[in-house]
């Protein structure tokens, strides 16, 4: 059973910083993509970064410049790096991972940016 453990989140003032950590364990192979996702309240669940096995990476236009994703591949974990962040950015983050034609969620971690 794939399980996706996630951690990282918390509250931070404008224009801080917060790093995300997702381990995903159980797996039949290294995972394809890792990802992440969020949700605002009220708000559809978008895509935030992904890094494939290759490591070719993919950004939200609005976290372009601010945020990076990294993964170690030994340890099957993706690293979300977010820096400057802005109120807009609060949601619950959400940690993606694809398994051939599968893919699996984390449980979601808070992200608040408040002052």
């Known amino acids: 059973q794939v399980q996706l453990v996630e951690s990282g989140g918390g509250l931070v003032q404008p224009g801080g910083s917060l790093r995300l950590s997702c381990a995903a364990s159980?797996?039949?192979?290294?995972?394809?993509?890792m990802g992440w996702y969020r949700q605002a309240p009220g708000k559809q669940r978008e895509l935030v970064a992904y890094?494939?096995?290759?490591?070719?990476?993919n950004f939200a236009d609005s976290v372009k410049g601010r945020f990076t994703i990294s993964a170690d591949s030994a340890r099957n974990t993706v690293y979300l790096q977010m820096n400057s962040l802005k109120p807009e950015d609060t949601a619950v983050y959400y940690c993606?991972?694809?398994?051939?034609?599968?893919?699996?969620w984390g449980q979601g971690t808070q992200v608040t940016v408040s002052s």
């Open positions: 159980g797996g039949p192979f290294s995972p394809s993509a």
């Open positions: 890094i494939t096995r290759g490591g070719s990476t």
């Open positions: 993606n991972a694809g398994f051939g034609v599968r893919s699996y």
